[in-house]
Structure formats: structure tokens, C-alpha cells
């Protein structure tokens, strides 16, 4: 496949951020006066963080809601995304990428200041010609298939010359509606099905490079 342009998921496909968002989500929990999560979070990991808190709450009321997507943001903005880890092998399949000129995006659910400061965190901000996050504007973007065409559209990209990386079902739904190939990570946090029918999955990172048509030693 030749795809001069890469649009990238960020939690789960590059980052693992479960432990920080594990963190601030007890964190506001137990400062709202909430129920201690009973639930595992790696499963729900994907959507906005108010739809995660609505998962694990599902009797609360949007007031109640958004005491703890406030609880949350404040805890995961000032240093619960400092528990984020890169996974192995993403700086080095970035930089290949780059090396071979192709063009690379950031399309994610995560508010701009977190991934901001994980980008730099890990050094992969200069990285991407652009990055698109939900609240990138007023209002937010709705869904991830909006983000995706923002970004066709806002540079003027072929949506079947570009392949959007992700790690779920809902990056697989967004990239099919928005045009754009799709390939998924098998380290994520989406239950992917063994048989993904026009999709591809990757076993891990570095297969991005032969899929694009860049060797390994670039």
C-alpha cells in the first residue's frame, strides 16, 4: 500500500495511558464521594473521559456527571498524564516515517492540553505536520469520523492515500465513514475481532513501515 500520509490514534496505538487515567479516575471517585471502581477501565478506554465516568456510574445524573469529569480533568491535567508510557517501538517507527518524508497527523478523543504535554513528555510533538484532538474546536468535534474529515479537508488530503492507525472498533467505524483505510494495533485497548474485514491489523508498530511500503532500515 502507498500512503504518503499516516493519521495516528494516541491512547492505546502510540501511548498506554491506563495507569494515569486509572490514577485520576479513582482520584475523583473518592473525591466526589463516589463508590470505589469495581470495574477494570482497559476495556472502556477509547471514548471522551465523561462517557468512561458514565460507564462506571451509570445511575448518575449529568450534574453528577460533570463533578466528576471536573474532579477528573484536574487531576489528570496536572499529573495524572505523567503516568503515561510510550509503547515500544512508536519514537522509532515515527522517525522512520519522517526519514521517508511521509506526512503524519494526530487524531485522538484526549483534550489538547494532555496530549500536548504527552507529545512533548516523549518528545514526538515536531513529529506530526498536525494535530486534531476534540476540543480542537468550539464546539468539540462530535465523533472521530468528523475529526478525520476536518483534517482531509482543512489540508487537502486523498482519503485513500492516507491509512488511519488506531487501536478499536470505534477508530475502525470512524476511519471506514470518513474514507480513509484503516489499520489496528493488536496491543490496544479495543477487542478486535480475529477476522477484520477491510481492515488490517498489526501484529506490532514497526509493521506500519512494509504496509506503507518503507523497508525496515530506513
Not at 463516589?34 to 449529568?62: F, K, S, T, V, Y
Not at 503515561?84 to 511521509?102: D, F, I, M, P, S
Not at 513529529?127 to 474546536?137: G, Y
Request: aromatic share 6%; charged share 20%.
Amino acid at each position: 500500500m502507498d500512503a504518503p500520509v499516516v493519521l495516528f490514534d494516541l491512547d492505546g496505538t502510540l501511548v498506554d495511558s491506563l495507569p494515569g487515567i486509572e490514577f485520576s479516575v479513582d482520584s475523583c471517585l473518592a473525591e466526589c464521594g463516589a463508590p470505589r471502581r469495581a470495574r477494570a477501565l482497559r476495556p472502556l478506554i477509547g471514548p471522551p473521559i465523561r462517557a468512561i465516568l458514565q460507564e462506571l456510574m451509570p445511575g448518575a445524573d449529568g450534574q453528577q456527571l460533570s463533578l466528576l469529569e471536573q474532579a477528573f480533568r484536574q487531576s489528570y491535567d496536572s499529573g495524572g498524564w505523567r503516568k503515561t508510557v510510550l509503547h515500544e517501538g512508536a519514537l522509532e517507527t515515527l522517525n522512520k516515517l519522517r526519514t521517508a518524508g511521509v506526512d503524519l497527523f494526530l487524531v485522538t478523543n484526549k483534550p489538547q492540553l494532555p496530549t500536548r504535554q504527552i507529545l512533548n513528555m516523549f518528545g514526538l510533538a515536531d513529529l506530526f505536520t498536525d494535530m486534531v484532538c476534540r476540543d480542537t474546536k468550539t464546539p468539540p468535534f462530535q465523533s472521530k469520523a468528523e475529526m478525520l474529515q476536518h483534517v482531509v479537508l482543512a489540508h487537502g488530503l486523498d482519503p485513500g492515500a492516507c491509512v488511519y492507525v488506531g487501536d478499536s472498533l470505534e477508530d475502525f467505524h470512524a476511519a471506514t465513514q470518513a474514507g480513509v483505510p484503516v489499520a489496528l494495533v493488536a496491543h490496544g485497548y479495543g477487542s478486535l475481532p480475529s477476522g477484520l474485514v477491510g481492515g488490517t491489523i498489526l501484529h506490532q508498530l514497526n509493521d506500519l513501515l512494509s504496509m506503507v511500503g518503507i523497508l525496515e532500515g530506513v
